[in-house]
């Protein structure tokens, strides 16, 4: 028996000022690519199952482009005969239950089981039974449905669980609403002959259970997932469970670092790395570490973007050195004319007695530059 595990697609998903040449915004066209190359994995494959493990949208009112694509994609799913069961996650389930979930959208197209009513629900086949437990805004509530679970295992049968949840707290997205799963409740996985895991975004398998997998995201919702893997889970259940990834096709992705202090031409060696690596459509994420602040000034972001003329966006991060008053990492457009001021004194000031109090002259001008201002 054969399964497909995917998950965390959030479709609807847009980011950066980029439209391409169809008007749609770059990023939110990337997701759609990407969930377009499992569906087509899907329909080479010709699994027995397919599953999803929750965030199939971005929000829990996604936009019609979102909706109509994703109904398009997995029709094509419903054609085939594929059994797919979908279960909701804390992006795609509104936050009141006056809410209409958009899930239910899904129940028109045949083979195709959404799962989203904050409880418990199995989906049982001939030969296989799915333990689906949906994002579940109250705890009780989700406590019950582990609970439930727990009673319904069906030992003449295969058992699939379904979660979208961190299950320990090195899985934890950060994020409102999500769900950890309880400690005492792990020894319900031993029960199960898989355990499908959705939420956080990189693939692998959970510590000391065997049987229990993320499936990962299938884009990058951000830069720090730049050097994870992209794409779904093939499940094999024979005498033994055997768990295959297999990657799909992203644009290219960099997390950069640049050392200013050991650096002899910042410059220099970001048009090295641009020459080195793929960064024609790429997404990258430069941070400069140990920078001065009269270093800072002197480096434009503009020009650092300009030694990557091909890339699809540059993202710039300045770590400032200890010794600084800034102190701190952040993108030089958020940092204030009165904190590099500060800076710069500190470094050129002779001791840190005198750059206090040069500093608190400095907050009294830019607090009566304020006033002025406001007044005027």
Not at 53 to 64: E, M
Not at 71 to 97: D, E
Request: glycine share 4%.
């Amino acid at each position: 028996m054969r399964i497909l595990h995917f998950s965390d697609t959030h479709l609807g998903f847009n980011d950066l000022e980029v439209v391409n040449d169809s008007g749609i915004n770059q990023r939110e066209a990337d997701f759609y690519d990407a969930f377009s190359q499992v569906i087509d994995a899907i329909v080479a494959e010709k699994p027995d199952y397919v599953i999803h493990t929750g965030d199939l949208f971005h929000r829990p009112h996604p936009s019609n482009r979102a909706i109509s694509f994703c109904l398009t994609q997995l029709k094509r799913l419903s054609v085939a005969c594929i059994p797919t069961i979908i279960i909701a996650g804390n992006h795609s389930t509104p936050r009141t239950r006056s809410a209409s979930p958009i899930l239910a959208a899904l129940r028109t197209l045949d083979h195709i089981h959404p799962v989203f009513e904050e409880a418990y629900e199995k989906v049982a086949f001939d030969d296989i039974t799915f333990h689906c437990i949906p994002h579940i805004n109250d705890e009780e509530g989700n406590l019950a449905a582990i609970e439930e679970c727990e009673a319904s295992v069906d030992e003449n049968k295969r058992n699939i669980m379904m979660l979208h949840c961190s299950v320990g707290a090195q899985f934890m997205m950060e994020e409102y609403g999500e769900r950890v799963y309880p400690r005492a409740k792990e020894p319900l996985f031993e029960k199960m002959d898989y355990v499908a895991l959705g939420h956080w975004h990189g693939f692998g398998s959970v510590g000391k259970h065997p049987n229990v997998y993320y499936a990962g995201s299938t884009e990058r919702t951000s830069s720090a997932d730049a050097r994870n893997d992209k794409g779904y889970a093939l499940i094999t259940l024979g005498e033994s469970l055997d768990v295959t990834f297999h990657p799909i096709t992203l644009r290219p992705s960099h997390r950069l670092r640049i050392d200013a202090q050991a650096s002899a031409d910042i410059f220099e060696e970001l048009r090295s790395l641009a020459t080195s690596l793929d960064v024609e459509g790429a997404l990258l994420s430069i941070t400069l570490e140990n920078l001065s602040a009269t270093q800072s000034i002197d480096i434009a972001n503009r020009d650092i973007e300009g030694c990557f003329p091909e890339a699809l966006n540059v993202q710039i991060q300045r770590k400032f050195r200890r010794s600084e008053a800034s102190a701190a990492t952040e993108s030089v457009n958020a940092a204030s004319l009165q904190e590099y001021f500060g800076a710069f004194l500190e470094e050129q000031t002779a001791t840190a007695e005198e750059a206090a109090r040069l500093n608190t002259k400095v907050a009294a001008l830019f607090a009566r530059y304020d006033e002025v201002t406001r007044d005027a």
